[in-house]
């Protein structure tokens, strides 16, 4: 059982950056993958971003593509979203999954932390 815990999220303008942190605690945390989704209102959940364990590999949403950066610290029991050149279309409840694999789908995820939110103004 893994409990997962995000952060650093709010309110910031068009172009802005921010860092979100995920927490987890309770298990293996290393041993998972991990990913980042998005849930605009009226939206469904959408895949931000994920990476293995290892951070080997790392997969983005096209829509994120080169102005977001997905890390962890597995000995820190972390992991990261780094989103720059924010857009109004960014603004969304953040959420943070650990699972066997870094999918898009959000069926693939085990546990779930429970979001924090971002507003990008225009």
């Known amino acids: 059982q893994v409990e997962l815990a995000e952060s650093g999220g709010g309110l910031v303008q068009e172009g802005d950056s921010l860092r979100l942190s995920c927490a987890a605690s309770?298990?293996?945390?290393?041993?998972?993958?991990v990913g980042w989704f998005r849930q605009a209102p009226g939206k469904e959940r959408e895949f931000v971003a994920g990476?293995?364990?290892?951070?080997?590999?790392?997969y983005y949403a096209e829509s994120v593509k080169g102005r977001f950066t997905i890390a962890r610290d597995n000995d820190k029991n972390m992991a990261y979203l780094y989103m720059n050149r924010l857009k109004s279309e960014d603004t969304a409840v953040y959420y943070c999954?650990?699972?066997?694999?870094?999918?898009?789908?959000?069926?693939?995820?085990?546990?779930w932390g429970q979001g924090t939110q971002v507003t990008v103004s225009s």
């Open positions: 999954a650990a699972g066997s694999w870094p999918r898009r789908s959000p069926d693939e995820y085990d546990y």
């Open positions: 309770g298990g293996p945390f290393r041993n998972y993958a």
């Open positions: 990476t293995w364990w290892s951070e080997s590999t790392t």
